[in-house]
């Protein structure tokens, strides 16, 4: 006799999102004191065009550049409305909370996880991905005249784990000028006495894919950033929202005007310059 399915599981009217009418996954609290779930507060923030959606980590001390910090929680700290009062508000993870409703409804937890997994992929396989680039500064004192800037050029991604490597192209006066990283943290600190552009090729693991508007049968492997070196304060980073597909190998078409030595750019949805 097979066993019976365990009672659902029954879920407290104040453990609900008041936008999706589920429970709380990943609970994000604003800062006007209102619940509702990471998801549907980004989607919320996305969809806001009424106001300027700006990061929430300007608010954060970036001086310590805390490698462990993770640009994939931007996309649950945009600055919005708040859904429910509409008042300009951020929202952070309710790490305590989020314990307790996993305790709390262990079922019904794992399915909002796995729910929560097939939308963020969706059904095309499209995903979201935010790239943080910039450099880190700081003027040096006691070296010979014209070499008084101590920098560190970094991209940071939020999906590294797909990315098979990011070609830096320096001042062809830097030797070497062109610097390939395999594994993050993808940083090139370098001494030097002016500005000048870099450029991050990005390149992704097979068989992932940028997304662009053109055919998406076509595998775009590279997205070309460029990065002016900021050499005054404590330096600059740009923020970067952007998608990612994974393209089965039928359904392939390489492109061929991917040049091995120079990746083609890809243009992506916007980019904002943030102080550190």
């Known amino acids: 006799m097979a066993e019976a399915s365990?009672?659902?599981?029954?879920?407290?009217h104040d453990d609900l999102c008041p936008v999706c009418h589920l429970l709380l996954y990943d609970p994000v609290r604003t800062q006007c004191n209102h619940l509702l779930c990471g998801?549907?507060?980004a989607q919320w923030a996305d969809a806001s065009s009424t106001v300027e959606i700006m990061p929430s980590s300007l608010n954060l001390d970036h001086s310590q550049f805390d490698p462990n910090y993770d640009p994939a929680n931007e996309l649950m700290s945009l600055e919005a409305n708040c859904p429910m009062c509409r008042s300009r508000?951020?929202?952070?993870?309710d790490d305590g909370l989020k314990r307790i409703l996993e305790?709390?409804?262990?079922?019904t937890y794992a399915e909002r996880r796995a729910e929560e997994e097939a939308v963020r992929v969706g059904d095309s396989g499209v995903e979201g991905m935010v790239i943080l680039i910039g450099n880190k500064h700081r003027l040096v004192s006691g070296v010979e005249e014209g070499n008084k800037h101590d920098w560190t050029f970094f991209v940071r991604l939020s999906r590294p784990e797909i990315?098979?490597?990011?070609?830096v192209h320096l001042h062809p006066t830097f030797r070497p000028p062109r610097v390939v990283l395999h594994r993050p943290p993808f940083e090139v600190r370098r001494l030097g006495w002016g500005f000048f552009?870099?450029?991050a090729d990005i390149i992704l693991k097979e068989p992932y894919s940028w997304v662009t508007d053109g055919d998406k049968r076509t595998r775009r492997p590279s997205l070309t950033l460029d990065w002016l070196l900021r050499i005054e304060g404590r330096g600059k980073q740009g923020?970067?929202?952007t998608k990612v597909r994974k393209i089965e190998a039928e359904q392939m078409d390489i492109?061929?005007?991917?040049?091995e030595g120079r990746a083609s750019p890809v243009s992506w949805p916007h980019m904002e310059d943030e102080d550190l």
């Open 6 to 12: 365990p009672p659902p599981e029954a879920v407290a």
């Open 39 to 41: 998801s549907c507060m």
């Open 89 to 93: 508000t951020t929202a952070s993870l």
């Open 103 to 107: 305790a709390r409804y262990p079922a």
């Open 163 to 167: 990315v098979e490597e990011v070609r």
């Open 197 to 199: 552009n870099i450029e």
């Open 239 to 241: 923020r970067v929202r």
């Open 255 to 259: 492109d061929e005007h991917v040049d």
